[in-house]
C-alpha cells in the first residue's frame, strides 16, 4: 500500500501523518510532500510527536514535483491549499481524499498556546488517521496478505 500525504509545507501537518501511518503499521509505504515545501521540519511537530514515541527527527520536507509519476494507492490531502493546488499526477493515484486540518504554524500567542495548538492538532491528526486505517486500509492490508499466503 503506498501513499502520499500532501500539504502546502510538509513541515508540520503532512510529517505528522506519515509519522501516525508508518506507526500503526510498518508494512504501509508512506511519504509525504508539500506543493511549496519549506526548509525543515517544525520543532514543536517533532516535539509533540516526541511525547507518542514517535520520531519525526530525521524527516525533511520533500516537493510534490519528486512524486508526480509515481503510482500511489492514495494520495491526501490535509490542507485546504493543497487540495486547491493538487498538482496532476502523471502516475496512476487509485484514490484522492482530503483530510484537511488548521495550520498549528500560524498559531500565535504564548508559548503555551501555541503548544496546545500543536497537541490539539496532532490528536485530531490521530484521530482521523486511525479512523482512516481502520476503516480503509486495515482490511484491504490482511486480503492482500492472506492473498500472497495463499500463493
Do not use: W
Amino acid at each position: 500500500m503506498k501513499i502520499l500525504i500532501l500539504c502546502t509545507g510538509n513541515s508540520c501537518r503532512s510529517q505528522m501523518v506519515e509519522g501516525f501511518l508508518k506507526s500503526f503499521d510498518k508494512s504501509l509505504n508512506v511519504v509525504s510532500a508539500g506543493t511549496q515545501p519549506g526548509l525543515k521540519v517544525h520543532p514543536l511537530a517533532i516535539k509533540v510527536m516526541e511525547e507518542l514515541n514517535i520520531d519525526i527527527s530525521n524527516n525533511r520536507p520533500k516537493s510534490v514535483v519528486d512524486f508526480l509519476s509515481d503510482e500511489f494507492d492514495y494520495v491526501i490531502t490535509v490542507c485546504g491549499d493543497a487540495n486547491e493546488n493538487c498538482p496532476v499526477f502523471t502516475g496512476k493515484v487509485k484514490h484522492r481524499l482530503h483530510i484537511g486540518f488548521d495550520d498549528p504554524a500560524e498559531t500565535t500567542g504564548t508559548d503555551d498556546e501555541i503548544m496546545k495548538e500543536f497537541i490539539r492538532i496532532r490528536n485530531e491528526i490521530e484521530r482521523d488517521f486511525r479512523k482512516f486505517y481502520n476503516e480503509q486500509l486495515d482490511s484491504k492490508i490482511s486480503i492482500n496478505k492472506r492473498k500472497s499466503n495463499d500463493k
